[in-house]
């Protein structure tokens, strides 16, 4: 991929494709739609990253993420009240959690404070809101430890090194992970059920916004036009 290629802020107008499927995947619900946002964030990477994909290991990890989480993504669509199909789902979003993770430590380290913080928060929850209402011993055990890999891949976000907008573009794009994912045991498990208009629209921004910060990693923007970029993409897409 030329650098002359590269220095076109008009890149970032591909990011209109996969807001678009995934405005389609809310209003008409179909798999292909879901997968569409996802899918589309792997092809626009694969394109910038195009002859760097050796050197860069830790793309690979997002691109295998955004495989498996449209792989969960199948068998969430697909479950139709299975325990096994929605447990396989979490299985494969666990999947993906690791290459989140593994992006962040290659990135960085670990911010200690921060996952230990986020860990006794959500291990209370987990004690005390989803431990009572979960009578499936291996739903159980697979909630807990999706709970852990959640916190460390944020924890890891939290500790990447290098340009600080990229970093915090990436680090909001977990936290939304994380987010739709609470939303998602609230609306399974306790009796916070309406909530769940929220899990797809946030799930959909996450991988959006995981998509723009290795387009701005890659793009190696000044960081003034990072920061006004940022804030248009943010107040663009508020609810």
């Given at each position: 991929?030329?650098?002359?290629?590269?220095?076109?802020?008009?890149?970032?107008?591909?990011?209109?494709?996969?807001?678009?499927?995934?405005?389609?995947?809310?209003?008409?619900h179909d798999f292909a739609f879901k997968a569409g946002v996802?899918?589309?964030?792997?092809?626009?990477?694969?394109?910038?990253?195009?002859?760097?994909?050796?050197?860069?290991?830790?793309?690979?990890?997002?691109?295998?993420?955004?495989?498996?989480?449209?792989?969960?993504?199948?068998?969430?669509?697909?479950?139709?009240?299975?325990?096994?199909?929605?447990?396989?789902?979490?299985?494969?979003?666990?999947?993906?959690?690791?290459?989140?993770?593994?992006?962040?430590?290659?990135?960085?380290?670990?911010?200690?404070?921060?996952?230990?913080?986020?860990?006794?928060?959500?291990?209370?929850?987990?004690?005390?809101?989803?431990?009572?209402?979960?009578?499936?011993?291996?739903?159980?055990?697979?909630?807990?430890?999706?709970?852990?890999?959640?916190?460390?891949?944020?924890?890891?976000?939290?500790?990447?090194?290098?340009?600080?907008?990229?970093?915090?573009?990436?680090?909001?794009?977990?936290?939304?992970?994380?987010?739709?994912?609470?939303?998602?045991?609230?609306?399974?498990?306790?009796?916070?059920?309406?909530?769940?208009?929220?899990?797809?629209?946030?799930?959909?921004?996450?991988?959006?916004?995981?998509?723009?910060?290795?387009?701005?990693?890659?793009?190696?923007?000044?960081?003034?036009?990072?920061?006004?970029?940022?804030?248009?993409?943010?107040?663009?897409?508020?609810?």
């Amino acid at each position: 991929m030329s650098k002359g290629f590269l220095k076109g802020k008009w890149i970032y107008g591909l990011l209109t494709i996969p807001v678009v499927f995934a405005i389609l995947a809310l209003i008409y619900h179909d798999f292909a739609f879901k997968a569409g946002v996802a899918g589309t964030g792997i092809i626009l990477l694969m394109i910038l990253y195009s002859g760097k994909l050796r050197e860069t290991r830790d793309v690979w990890m997002i691109i295998l993420a955004f495989l498996f989480s449209i792989g969960g993504d199948w068998f969430l669509s697909n479950r139709h009240g299975d325990t096994n199909m929605f447990v396989a789902g979490i299985g494969l979003f666990f999947i993906a959690h690791i290459g989140y993770l593994t992006y962040g430590l290659m990135n960085g380290r670990l911010n200690k404070a921060f996952t230990v913080t986020l860990l006794t928060a959500y291990l209370l929850f987990f004690f005390l809101k989803l431990y009572p209402s979960i009578g499936d011993r291996v739903l159980l055990f697979a909630a807990l430890v999706y709970t852990l890999i959640s916190c460390f891949s944020l924890g890891a976000a939290a500790g990447i090194k290098g340009n600080i907008v990229d970093k915090w573009v990436y680090f909001f794009g977990i936290l939304m992970v994380l987010f739709s994912d609470t939303i998602i045991a609230f609306s399974e498990f306790t009796e916070y059920g309406d909530l769940g208009f929220l899990i797809l629209p946030t799930y959909y921004l996450a991988q959006i916004s995981v998509t723009l910060s290795l387009m701005m990693k890659r793009m190696n923007v000044n960081h003034k036009s990072s920061v006004f970029f940022v804030l248009c993409f943010g107040l663009n897409n508020r609810p």
